[in-house]
């Protein structure tokens, strides 16, 4: 029995390596790929920092950001994975947040009253095409000056890989991990798309918030599970509980 994973790619490497470190047999079927957007800063601001949400938007522009002196600049990323990206690209003074979007806005606002950042900085979005959340427009409802500039954008992948499309059939997947809604809708058209949509929804689908859950239960799972926080050690929780539910 397979556990399949829909990350993208490459962070999906990483999880597998994690997943089977846990004893666990592996499948991947990335639902999103990665593409970079030509990147051109026309903005003569002076960045006070940067904000990141996704650790894509930093490999996009990875050439780049030395030349045009981002790595000096303080870097608020979502979440731990994010971070980690970002000091491997040379980023020293990395503030994480909670792991999602609203904790990033909080962060920020928590670097003024820390003295990091001035009360009305102008703040570099690094951003993916598709925004599930105006965090520009909210930051820039408390004072910031945003200025938001896309990097990258996840197309979807429309087919399943073979092997997948035979464990689904065959019963032989006991669980989906999914990490965002754009991936889970992804997921679902593929699976729709290959007549595996009512086997690949009969087993547990582990979500990494109640967002990416919604989209799952909206189309007919009944097993959907839900990481206790945004991180990948708690979906890593999630599935665990699944599991045990399964064989109870």
């Known amino acids: ?10 962070d999906n490497v990483a999880t597998a390596e994690n997943l089977r470190a846990r004893g666990h047999v592996v499948l991947l079927a990335p639902s999103l790929k990665f593409e970079p957007v030509a990147f051109h800063d026309e903005s003569e601001a002076g960045y006070g920092a940067i904000i990141v949400t996704s650790a894509n938007a930093i490999r996009a522009v990875a050439p780049q950001l030395r030349d045009l002196g981002l790595v000096e600049l303080p870097l608020f990323a979502v979440g731990e994975h994010t971070a980690a990206v970002a000091s491997e690209f040379g980023f020293t003074d990395v503030i994480v ?4 979007a609203a904790s990033l806005r909080d962060k920020v606002m928590q670097g003024v009253r820390d003295k990091v950042l001035k009360k009305k900085s102008t703040l570099l979005y690094l951003a993916g095409a598709d925004l599930s959340r105006d965090l520009g427009g909210e930051l820039g409802a408390e004072g910031f000056n945003v200025v938001t500039l896309t990097t990258y954008r996840m197309a ?3 087919i399943l890989p073979r092997e997948v499309c035979e464990g689904f059939a065959a019963h032989g997947i006991e669980a989906v991990l999914h990490y965002s809604r754009r991936s889970a809708r992804a997921f679902l058209d593929a699976a729709r798309d290959e007549g595996v949509e009512i086997s ?4 547990p689908q582990c979500c990494l918030s109640e967002t990416v859950a919604s989209v799952l239960r909206d189309a007919g799972a009944s097993r959907v599970l839900v990481a206790a926080t945004p991180d990948e050690n708690a979906l890593f ?3 665990e509980r699944a599991l045990r539910t399964r064989l109870a």
């Open 1 to 10: 029995m397979s556990i399949l994973v829909t990350r993208p790619h490459p």
């Open 97 to 100: 947040a909670g792991g999602d």
């Open 156 to 158: 979807p992948v429309k």
């Open 200 to 203: 690949a929804l009969a087993v």
């Open 237 to 239: 929780d999630a599935l």
